[in-house]
């Protein structure tokens, strides 16, 4: 473990998926003090031994602009270096304002009109078709006729926001990805009066293994990559990733890069795409400006993207050229054991259901052949503890740990359990990962 140095801080927002305790864990033994910032103590990544310190803030999703704020006077703080976005929120409050944080801090993300055309699907099936990136047949909800055919409705907007949805942007909900049974035409008015706006219709891509690409880039530069393929999702049908395993395959490399350099991108992304059975070639499903849920798999694969973000935020060279082992799979536990209650319980109508002893089977195998685990490992046992009560309570009721749903402890950066008293004030592609 290097030498901590406290007058160089990074600042990653806590939240429930294991991006945040990935960061903690690369940066923190490296000496750089780790500041997590969450509306909730209950954050995994509040409790690893690799945080040094937790903040208190407004939860982005019911006071965004209040969330920014709050953002800013953590950069103006004069040992925090540069911080992380782990969430569609962070990044678009980190871009909206980059010059104001760029006054304090160092911004290896997008400028905003770079974003927007990520977080605007419209636009960004736009820049792919320039790109000559292949993305499936999209078009908005009150142009789209054939609805004969097997398609889903997603929303334009990756995140809701005054600048997308307009001044009502925070009473709607833009919602996530509903499979449309083909000869039933959806309730178009419903779903823009619900949604605040109007979402997008596409045609569905019959492969719920998606593909991943990934990559840091600087002011248009590649710096980074890596890629992996989503074998299981939490649901038989797909969604968030629960088991992936690294790979390389030239042109997934080729596409992923060819839609960021039109882009011009700087900072984080992660590409995901679907592969068409029909032609063999890989379809974009949308961009992830930030770090991605998986996070954790690809550190232990060989990518450590917290560290080259730190590197290119503080202007460090990356010594070589970065690579990683494929081959390799990792896994989510309870997103493997979400996985096998959608096996048991549930019913995708576009989707054949695997048999439930070849389910269990399969996920057995692979924990024990691929025992790489994104909370679970031995160094830093509680976030995965901390995940667990927070799933516990999350599927059994307001049940935790104690009344405030708090866990009395936490271990520090030395291994040490101390008493943490009141430091909590200081279908196929369906779903994104």
């Not at 890069?257 to 974009?284: I, N, Q, S, T, Y």
Request: hydrophobic residues 40%.
């Amino acid at each position: 473990m290097h030498e901590s140095r406290d007058d160089v801080a990074v600042f990653v927002p806590g939240i429930d998926a294991p991006s945040t305790v990935a960061c903690l864990r690369s940066l923190r033994p490296r000496g750089i003090k780790t500041i997590v910032g969450s509306e909730t103590a209950t954050t995994p990544g509040a409790v690893s031994r690799y945080c040094d310190e937790f903040v208190r803030l407004p939860d982005p999703a019911e006071e965004l602009a209040a969330y920014g704020d709050a953002l800013l006077s953590v950069a103006r703080r004069p040992d925090v270096e540069t911080i992380v976005p782990v969430r569609e929120e962070d990044v678009y409050a980190l871009a909206r304002r980059r010059e104001a944080f760029a006054a304090s801090v160092a911004t290896p993300w997008p400028s905003f009109e770079a974003l927007r055309t990520v977080q605007d699907r419209i636009e960004l099936f736009a820049a792919a078709e320039r790109a000559g990136v292949a993305a499936p047949e999209t078009a908005l909800l009150d142009e789209w006729d054939d609805w004969n055919r097997e398609t889903i409705v997603k929303p334009r907007y990756s995140v809701a926001t005054p600048e997308y949805l307009g001044p009502t942007y925070d009473r709607v909900e833009v919602g996530s990805t509903a499979y449309q049974t083909p000869g039933t035409p959806p309730n178009a008015a419903a779903e823009i009066e619900a949604r605040g706006h109007v979402p997008l219709v596409q045609e569905r891509i019959a492969d719920s293994r998606e593909y991943g690409f990934f990559a840091l880039y600087d002011r248009g530069e590649a710096v980074a990559t890596f890629q992996h393929c989503q074998r299981r999702g939490w649901e038989y049908c797909g969604g968030p990733s629960a088991y992936r395993e690294s790979i390389y395959l030239p042109e997934l490399e080729a596409d992923g890069r060819a839609l960021l350099d039109e882009l011009e991108w700087h900072g984080l992304a992660m590409v995901e795409f679907l592969r068409d059975p029909r032609d063999g070639r890989f379809k974009l499903m949308e961009i992830n400006p930030r770090f991605w849920s998986s996070l954790p798999f690809t550190v232990q694969a060989g990518a450590d993207f917290p560290f080259y973000y730190w590197q290119l935020a503080v202007d460090e060279p990356i010594p070589g050229k970065p690579t990683y082992e494929t081959g390799l799979g990792g896994h989510l536990l309870r997103g493997e054991l979400s996985y096998l209650h959608s096996v048991l319980t549930e019913e995708y109508p576009a989707v054949e259901r695997p048999s439930p002893r070849r389910a269990v089977r399969e996920v057995g195998l692979s924990l024990v052949r691929q025992p790489r685990f994104d909370y679970a490992v031995a160094d830093d046992p509680l976030p995965f503890v901390r995940d667990g009560l927070n799933v516990l309570r999350e599927w059994v009721g307001d049940w935790t740990a104690d009344p405030d749903g708090e866990l009395p402890y936490r271990a520090d950066a030395d291994g040490r359990v101390a008493d943490d008293g009141d430091s909590a004030d200081a279908p196929g592609g369906v779903t994104a990962e």
